[in-house]
């Protein structure tokens, strides 16, 4: 254990010998080893570096799998009205375009529409509005993805309106009941025994998809060309790559979206991210593609996204991606003033729950709150929820640290808030502004009640111990064969001992600190970290950090992206 420049505490993962050794067979370098048996104490080396497609399991094993499928080939059947209502952000997106695809080949008799909620009048989840809208228009079936678990007024309405709901989800907290009047596919669910609960919204879509193109003549081709959309609505929601099937689903994903070629809207969506076919990764999923799609649904409108994928006219496409990249542009300078405001609104002294609050008419807009929360989360290491005051009620948007569930949290406030949702790290709520100075200090409590100390400690758990002449770009291969990286699987963080630092350089505006690892060739770069230039130049130090190759302006070379140091 290590105590480090920035107050962190470094943890060496836990890697059992006989594990190892067993690895080692396979012929993994050592560190990579390690990383692997650190990460995975089962499974073999062959499943786990090679996912492929028959790690995506049957359907049929999804608990109401089956009568969802006759549900929906009766309304095929009898050419009914269908609607599908996702939410807003990329796994809904994303959803809602598998839904889309699937329902038209599986058949084409169903009358097809679709709807994406304003989160600015709706506000998130399947509403009591659109429930409303789908028995006024007429809908016969009501398909719902990444929303519809915890909307049981909704869904109780719609069918008391004479409208079918089948929901596609993944936010079912421990031990809630899904809404007794749906058709729910949700592997979290009592009932089912579905191999991988883990599925993001996209994932159960895409199941749901399979389910019904499995008379296709060419279903494994769609399903290939499918999970692109489900690879970047996997990695943008942050559900754990820990699955065979999840890997399997962002890696088979990623090989098709660098392969091409695409659809028009697509294609001008990985141009307008500045993406090449055969250069795309996974962290170009997360930080790319993710905040353009994501940046419809927060400042504007979401459907532009399925307006953008399903246009089949290259000029138009590009128009709209730029119009969208244009979005993303101006998020990331609302995001940018909201951070250091929020920041400042913290303090030097935070409470063990930081709840910061602004009005719309201030700038904190509450398309970006989720965001903002993350940063001033990983600022200040404690839970974090960053408010939009709008009147009478606020919309705020929490993001947690690994010691803190974040729904569990506002359980012990739900009975001052309106409405409340989301996972154990990343949670959205609806409170009455008055009520906010209340909500800080109860969840305050819930952490000090709840939480021991050293949960509230930053820690780095890394991989393994390096020398500084291990770095080399035989070690970054190995060990970016472990991949596909996200959520539960983060690229192997490294310790390289008794670094002597040369050449180093502050850039970015007093932002970046830039170094060569002596006795290599390897530079290493710290974002945020000039305050410890002195340091460096005492020599020699520990840095913790991840070995990437950088291929700016088509350059190639290893790089060490550092964390921390000691």
């Known amino acids: 254990m290590t105590t480090s420049l920035s107050g962190a505490t470094w943890l060496l993962a836990d890697a059992p010998a006989a594990r190892v050794e067993a690895l ?4 993994l370098s050592p560190v990579a080893a390690r990383c692997l048996a650190s990460r995975w104490k089962t499974g073999s080396a062959d499943d786990l570096l090679t996912p492929r497609f028959e790690h995506l399991h049957d359907p049929a094993l999804m608990h109401n799998m089956a009568p969802a499928l006759a549900r929906l080939e009766q309304a095929n059947r009898d050419r009914q009205k269908v609607r599908i209502i996702t939410d807003y952000d990329v796994d809904g997106t994303t959803s809602s375009l598998i839904l889309q695809a699937g329902l038209t080949l599986a058949g084409g008799g169903t009358q097809i529409d679709y709807h994406i909620p304003n989160r ?51 936010h079912l907290p421990d031990g809630a009941d899904v809404p007794a009047d749906a058709l729910v596919l949700c592997p979290p669910q009592r009932l089912c025994s579905y191999p ?33 959309l489900a690879a970047i609505g996997t990695v943008a929601d942050l559900v754990p790559l820990t699955t065979l099937e999840n890997r399997a689903i962002v890696a088979l994903g990623l090989d098709m979206l660098n392969r091409g070629p695409h659809h028009p809207g697509l294609q001008a969506l990985l141009t ?43 000029e138009r496409a590009r128009a709209m991606a ?19 405001a929020a920041i400042a609104q913290a303090g030097d ?86 009520k906010l100075e209340e909500l800080g200090e109860r969840l305050s409590t819930y952490v000090r009640e709840t939480t021991p100390s050293d949960d509230l400690v930053r820690r780095y758990r890394y991989d393994a111990d390096v020398d500084p002449r291990d770095l080399n770009e035989s070690l970054e291969h190995d060990l970016s064969s472990l991949g596909p990286f996200g959520m539960g699987n983060p690229r192997p963080r490294l310790a390289v001992r008794g670094v002597q630092a040369r050449y180093i350089d502050i850039r970015a505006n007093g932002r970046l600190l830039k170094c060569r690892i002596g006795g290599t060739k390897v530079d290493a770069i710290w974002w945020d970290g000039a305050e410890h230039k002195a340091r460096l130049e005492e020599g ?14 088509g350059r190639r070379r290893l790089q060490l992206v550092i964390s921390d140091a000691s």
């Not at 353009?292 to 307006?307: F, P, Q, Y």
């Not at 993350?374 to 705020?396: H, T």
């Not at 840095?543 to 950088?550: A, F, M, N, T, V």
């Open 120 to 170: 600015f009048k709706e506000g998130y989840g399947f509403s009591v509005q659109a429930a409303e809208k789908a028995v006024a228009d007429g809908i016969d079936l009501i398909v719902t993805a990444d929303i519809g678990v915890r909307d049981h007024a909704a869904v109780t309405l719609a069918k008391n309106g004479g409208v079918d709901v089948l929901i596609c989800d993944h």
């Open 540 to 553: 020699p130090v520990d840095l913790l950090g991840k070995l990437e190759i950088d291929t700016w302006n």
């Open 196 to 228: 991988n609960r883990s599925l993001a919204a996209c994932g159960v879509s895409l199941k749901l998809a399979q389910g019904l193109l499995a008379k296709h003549p060419k279903r494994d081709a769609i399903v290939r060309s499918m999970l692109k």
């Open 349 to 434: 002294d935070p409470p063990d729950f930081v709840v910061v609050s602004g009005t719309e008419e201030a700038g904190w807009h509450r398309g970006v709150v989720g965001i903002v929360a993350s940063r001033l989360k990983d600022e200040v290491y404690r839970p974090a929820a960053v408010v939009s005051i709008q009147g009478e009620q606020a919309v705020g948007s929490i993001r947690s640290i690994p010691g803190v569930h974040a729904v569990e949290a506002l359980d012990s406030v739900q009975d001052i808030l309106v409405r409340y949702g989301g996972h154990p790290a990343a949670a959205g709520f609806t409170v009455p502004t008055d």
């Open 24 to 27: 080692l067979a396979s012929g």
């Open 322 to 340: 730029q119009e969208i990249d244009q979005l993303n542009t101006e998020r990331k300078e609302i995001q940018r003033r909201l951070v250091d």
């Open 272 to 314: 307008a991210s500045a993406l090449k076919l055969g250069e795309i990764r996974e962290s170009d999923l997360g930080f790319r593609i993710g905040p353009r799609i994501n940046a419809a649904g927060r400042l504007a409108d979401a459907k532009m996204v399925v307006e953008l994928m399903n246009c089949r006219d290259p």
